[in-house]
C-alpha cells in the first residue's frame, strides 16, 4: 500500500479498496497500523510543496487548496462549499467564489514574477450547494508574446459546474530569472 | 442649494462650487449651515431607500454599496478598494473583487426572485489599487424567454478599469407576485 501512495498519494481509501480488493475497514486499520495519514493529510503534504513554486502570488493568496502544480502547465486546487460562500435564500453557492478559485489558479500557474488576468469568458453550469467539494483543473492552451491563455473546468464529483478560459497577461522575466541563478 | 440636491443628490462640493460659482470652502459653510450631510453620507441615505428594492438576494450579500437602483434598467454601485482586496507583491486589486462587484451588480438589478449568473465575459482594462473607488454601473441589454444580458462598465475616476457582459437566469415568477399584490 505505502508503494502504491507513493505513486499516487491521491488515492482514497475507496481506491485503495477497490485495487486489493479488500473491504474500506481493512484499509483504515492497515493505515493506521502502518501510520499513513488519510488522504486529506496527505494532500496536505503534497500540497505544501507544491505551494512553494507558484511565482505570481503568495500561497496564501490562492483561494481554494491547490493539490497539483506544474507550472505553465497544469493545476488543481480543491475548495470546499461553506455556508458564507452560498446566498441565503437559495443555499447556491456565489459566483464570485467558483470565479475566485478558478482565477487564482490561472494567476498561480503561470511561471512569472507578474501575471495578471486581461479577459475572462466564463460559464456556470450546474448549481453548487454548500458542503461539496469543488475541484478545479486548469490547464495551460497556449502563449503568444506575453499572453497566455489558461483552461479552468471545475467539477463536483464529475459534474462540470464552471468552465473558464482566462487570457493571462505576463511579464517575461527571464532575464532577471537567469541573473538570479548564475 | 437644497433644491439642486433634491434633484441630484449625488453632487459633489466641488460640483456645487462649480454650479454657484463659488469656492468649496464657501460651499461647505452653506451645507454646515443648512445642516445639509456631506455626499457620503447623502448617498447612504438615498442607497438605503434603493435597497429595499433588491429582489434576488438580500441586500447585504451585494458586494459594493449600491447608489442607485431601477429594477430591470440599471444600478450603480461603488466599491472602495482597501488593503485586503489587493496582492500584496504588487498592490493591484485582485480580479475576483471587481468581478464579485459586477456580478452582485448584475444580480441585484433582476426583478425576480431567482437570479443566477449562466455566462460571463470580462475585461480587465487598468489595474486598480488600493485607496481607489470603483464605480460599476449596470445596464439590461434586453431579455429573451428567461435570459437577461447585463452589461456593467466599472470605472476609476472616467476611466474604464472593468467591463463586463453577463447572461443572467432568472425565474419568472410573474405569477406568485401578482397573487401577493392582489
Known amino acids: 500500500m505505502r508503494e502504491t501512495l507513493e505513486e499516487n498519494p491521491f488515492m482514497t481509501d475507496e481506491d485503495l479498496a477497490d485495487q486489493f480488493s479488500v473491504s474500506i475497514q481493512t484499509i483504515r486499520l492497515d493505515r493506521l497500523e502502518l501510520a499513513i495519514p488519510e488522504l486529506r493529510e496527505r494532500i496536505k503534504g503534497v500540497a505544501k510543496k507544491q505551494l512553494d513554486d507558484v511565482k505570481a502570488l503568495s500561497p496564501e493568496e490562492v483561494i481554494g487548496e491547490i493539490i497539483d502544480l506544474q507550472l505553465d502547465e497544469r493545476a488543481i486546487s480543491i475548495l470546499d462549499v461553506r455556508i458564507e460562500h452560498v446566498f441565503a435564500r437559495t443555499g447556491i453557492a456565489r459566483g464570485h467564489h467558483l470565479f ?10 503561470i511561471n512569472d514574477e507578474l501575471a495578471l488576468t486581461q479577459k475572462a469568458t466564463i460559464r456556470f453550469t450546474r448549481q453548487v450547494q454548500a458542503g461539496e467539494r469543488v475541484i478545479a483543473k486548469a490547464s495551460v492552451k497556449g502563449t503568444e508574446k506575453e499572453r497566455t491563455t489558461v ?10 459546474v464552471f468552465s473558464g478560459e482566462f487570457i493571462m497577461f505576463r511579464t517575461n522575466e527571464r532575464e532577471t530569472k537567469r541573473r538570479e541563478t548564475e
Open 100 to 109: 475566485a478559485q478558478a482565477n487564482s489558479l490561472a494567476v498561480a500557474i
Open 151 to 160: 483552461e479552468v473546468k471545475s467539477y463536483v464529483d464529475k459534474e462540470l
